[in-house]
């Protein structure tokens, strides 16, 4: 199958089964969204979203969180994953967004990026869920879903990933195109044990199809 009859059949598939996808990160604004993605590297999203109530109750935007202490802030999220040094990326973050724009969280993916702990990925779920840049996040389902399917078959880092679905999927629907990987990443495309027998892209999966061959020629 041609790459970009694939690409086409994954767009009509989703489509047709998930319309909506969003992001499963509980938040009201690009300050929160950006603090709850931080949160969520290496945490589950259901953990973040425990630890989210209480965080933005203690520290509602980014100047109080800018004059909190290390320790005031590991207390509160000690139950995510790598709490020291979140704590002092999201004070870190907090300080550069008061000192440099002025309190609000900039909008273009470069200058996300200047940001402490925000890297690529994050930029680019910070741009695109809070102020609809389109940008394709390439988290560690999204890069795994895309190269089962055969997406992106022959990319070995998560940049050369988006570029590949960048040129692959339509620019207006890269933002939902990112939700629709992780969210088949995070319930059919298991990392560990991917569901197959329940999944609609066994038709076009690079992947699912290259292990029936397997299994043929063994019989
Ligand atoms: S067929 Fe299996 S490997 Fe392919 S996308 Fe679906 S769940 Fe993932």
């Not at 969520?40 to 980014?62: E, G, Y």
């Not at 990326?89 to 993916?109: D, Q, R, T, Y």
């Not at 741009?127 to 895309?146: C, E, K, L």
Request: contains cysteine; hydrophobic residues 40%.
């Amino acid at each position: 199958m041609k790459i970009n009859d694939k690409f086409a059949h994954v767009v009509k598939f989703f489509q047709q089964t998930m319309p909506v996808a969003e992001t499963e990160l509980d938040h009201t604004n690009p300050y929160e969204l950006i603090v709850a993605t931080i949160l969520s590297a290496q945490c589950t999203d259901k953990r973040v979203n425990i630890i989210t109530p209480t965080f933005f109750q203690k520290f509602p935007v980014a100047e109080v969180l800018a004059n909190a202490s290390l320790e005031e802030v590991f207390e509160v999220i000690k139950s995510c994953s790598y709490p020291n040094n979140k704590a002092k990326n999201l004070i870190g973050m907090a300080k550069k967004v008061v000192e440099k724009f002025n309190g609000a969280i900039p909008n273009s993916i470069e200058e996300l990026q200047e940001l402490p702990g925000v890297g690529r990925k994050t930029a680019n779920v910070v741009a695109s869920v809070a102020f609809n840049t389109p940008a394709i996040a390439v988290d560690t389902h999204v890069f795994r879903v895309a190269a089962r399917i055969g997406l992106s078959s022959k990319a070995k880092t998560p940049t050369e990933t988006e570029k590949q679905l960048m040129k692959g999927f339509p620019r207006e629907i890269w933002a939902v195109a990112h939700h629709w990987l992780i969210l088949h990443g995070r319930y059919v495309c298991i990392a560990r044990k991917p569901k197959c027998e329940l999944c609609g892209l066994r038709e076009v999966c690079s992947d699912f199809q290259q292990k029936m061959k397997s299994k043929q020629a063994k019989t």
